[in-house]
T-cell receptor, first 114, second 111 residues
Framework: EPEVTQTPSHQVTQMGQEVILRCVPISNHLYFYWYRQILGQKVEFLVS????????KSEIFDDQFSVERPDGSNFTLKIRSTKLEDSAMYFCASRLRQSSYEQYFGPGTRLTVT | GEDVEQSLFLSVREGDSSVINCTYT??????LYWYKQEPGAGLQLLTY?????DMKQDQRLTVLLNKKDKHLSLRIADTQTGDSAIYFC???????????FGGGTRLMVKP
């Protein structure tokens, strides 16, 4: 069964460094998302992406964050200058088409900023 | 803004029914979802219900929606040890819109 994959599973970085989290959505899906979950808190929406554009973003998704679909398979989240409070589990999700209800989630990347 | 709340923990014996509850604040919520997360895995959609429905049944799962009270529940019949996981309630205004999640309920099933 097709699934969303994410790499790496765990990333440790120093404060102020740039980090890129990678996702491979399900191959024929058209809509892509990033969510995050800080330890002990709720899963929070960051951004949605369709047709090479951001469709919707939350207040969390400030200028330090960017997303890109550099080729036909990858979907990336970049954090330019990481802060301690960026430490979280980051989930990528994809959705097939406009009429689809289900967002398929990847297993997540745990980002630890030291 | 929207808020979704769940109790943190539920423990049941194998074979019993489990009922996981969720409340939400946004009366505009059109789609309500239940996701399951097993250790080391992503969020798996179990079922969803539209706001114009009261109930949806899917094998061992029954979802009840009380729109007046903004209350959603997930009943798992004949709970098995493999059902042990964290269950998240989520809502969205439209299909494909951002999901707003509850904090998750950890279900522990004792043999």
């Amino acid at each position: 069964e097709p699934e969303v994959t994410q790499t790496p599973s765990h990333q440790v970085t120093q404060m102020g460094q740039e980090v890129i989290l990678r996702c491979v959505p399900i191959s024929n899906h058209l809509y892509f998302y990033w969510y995050r979950q800080i330890l002990g808190q709720k899963v929070e929406f960051l951004v949605s992406f369709y047709n090479n554009e951001i469709s919707e973003k939350s207040e969390i998704f400030d200028d330090q964050f960017s997303v890109e679909r550099p080729d036909g398979s990858n979907f990336t989240l970049k954090i330019r200058s990481t802060k301690l409070e960026d430490s979280a589990m980051y989930f990528c999700a994809s959705r097939l088409r406009q009429s689809s209800y289900e967002q398929y989630f990847g297993p997540g990347t745990r980002l630890t900023v030291t | 803004g929207e808020d979704v709340e769940q109790s943190l923990f539920l423990s049941v014996r194998e074979g019993d029914s489990s009922v996981i509850n969720c409340t939400y604040t946004d009366s505009s919520s059109t789609y309500l979802y239940w996701y399951k997360q097993e250790p080391g895995a992503g969020l798996q959609l179990l079922t969803y219900i539209f706001s114009n429905m009261d109930m949806k049944q899917d094998q061992r799962l029954t979802v009840l929606l009380n729109k007046k009270d903004k209350h959603l529940s997930l009943r798992i019949a004949d709970t098995q040890t493999g059902d042990s996981a964290i269950y998240f309630c989520a809502e969205s205004l439209n299909a494909g819109n951002m999901l707003t999640f509850g904090g998750g309920t950890r279900l522990m099933v004792k043999p």
